[in-house]
Nanobody, 115 residues
Framework: QVQLVESGGGLVQAGGSLRLSCGTSGWIYSIKDMGWYRQAPGKQRELVAYITSSLNTYYADSVKGRFTISRDNAKRTVALQMNSLKPEDTAVYYC?????????WGQGTQVTVSS
């Protein structure tokens, strides 16, 4: 069974940067939208950013101008460059991919921003 595998989380000071990456554990014929969600303790999971197969992007207002999503269609990967991080960005970040048969989720990677 194909899975999404994330990497790149960690601990960073406010104002710092992190880059999250997500790839597939197996071969997938095609992927539609890919995105990143996050879930902070005690809060609902929220959409951070997504990118279509034609490279159109969407960002949540809270991350506009600070985060950049990108993807490599040939490699079936998606990345999230996070700059000017704030303590309120602390959360578990999940990779998401829409495929023909449904939706795939990664296992999540912790991002902690200290003040």
């Amino acid at each position: 069974q194909v899975q999404l595998v994330e990497s790149g989380g960690g601990l960073v000071q406010a104002g710092g940067s992190l880059r999250l990456s997500c790839g597939t554990s197996g071969w997938i014929y095609s992927i539609k939208d890919m995105g990143w969600y996050r879930q902070a303790p005690g809060k609902q999971r929220e959409l951070v950013a997504y990118i279509t197969s034609s490279l159109n992007t969407y960002y949540a207002d809270s991350v506009k101008g600070r985060f950049t999503i990108s993807r490599d269609n040939a490699k079936r990967t998606v990345a999230l460059q996070m700059n000017s991080l704030k303590p309120e960005d602390t959360a578990v970040y999940y990779c998401n991919a829409q495929i023909n048969t449904g939706v795939l989720w990664g296992q999540g990677t912790q991002v902690t921003v200290s003040s």
